[in-house]
């Protein structure tokens, strides 16, 4: 399996601030024959399922706030929110899909208000 | 509109069987994979598997091969994720999840149902 690892495990940023969070798996996730790095991005909110931020590590999904940026390549990956609002409290999941053998996410950060 | 409409939270005791179920709608169901996803209680997400309906061609995570059996009806658009024998480990949120491609099960997943809690006590 690729192993995905995220960090920090949590953390309380201001409002209006910046949330960075990382995910980095145990090979790389980058299809040398499209350039493309097979890595999602998802949110979720307490009670609710995982909703879909960013694809190709990327591509932000239709609707999602320009807040919200993917950037990385091959086994490091950032999401970033630039300015953090309170809807944002969540936990966010990093997702490979590059293996076919199993699809793996990673632990999870917890992104609270300071 | 995609979507995917799981059954009813369900509480089983140990050893019990139990099969949930997940409908689409708004696609065609037999031209797109449809996985199932685990959530333990305050835990992250795991993938168990996943079938085409097509062709009820389906691949199961290491994890979950032999523990669990997921099938589909494409006569009714519904897959289904079957335990013969449950265990208070079992309990958890599962959510079924449609990978965004026709034809490919390795791509992110949108939509996801609403989740089926299986609460496994005795």
């Known amino acids: 399996d690729i192993v995905m690892t995220q960090s920090p495990d949590s953390l309380a940023v201001s409002l209006g601030e910046r949330a960075t969070i990382n995910c980095k798996s145990s090979?790389?996730?980058?299809?040398?024959?499209?350039?493309?790095?097979?890595l999602a991005w998802y949110q979720q909110k307490p009670g609710q399922p995982p909703k879909l931020l960013i694809y190709?590590?990327?591509t932000r999904e239709s609707g999602v706030p320009d807040r919200f940026s993917g950037s990385g390549s091959g086994t490091d990956f950032t999401l970033t929110i630039s300015s953090l609002q309170a809807e944002d409290v969540a936990v966010y999941y990093c997702q490979q899909y590059y293996s076919t053998l199993s699809i793996t996410f990673g632990q999870g950060t917890r992104l609270e208000i300071k | 509109e995609v979507q995917l409409v799981q059954s009813g939270a369900e509480v089983k005791k140990p050893g019990e069987s139990l099969k949930i179920s997940c409908k689409g709608s708004g696609y065609s169901f037999t031209s797109y994979w449809i996985g199932w996803v685990r959530q333990m209680p305050g835990k992250g997400l795991e993938w168990m598997g996943i079938i085409y309906p097509g062709d009820s061609d389906t691949r199961y995570s290491p994890s979950f091969q032999g523990q669990v059996t997921i099938s589909a009806d494409k006569s009714i658009s519904t897959a289904y994720l079957q335990w013969s024998s449950l265990k208070a480990s079992d309990t958890a949120m599962y959510y079924c999840v449609r990978p965004y491609g026709s034809g490919s099960y390795y791509s992110w997943f949108d939509p996801w149902g609403q989740g089926t809690l299986v609460t496994v006590s005795s």
């Open positions: 090979q790389s996730v980058l299809y040398s024959s499209n350039n493309k790095n097979y």
């Open positions: 190709w590590a990327s």
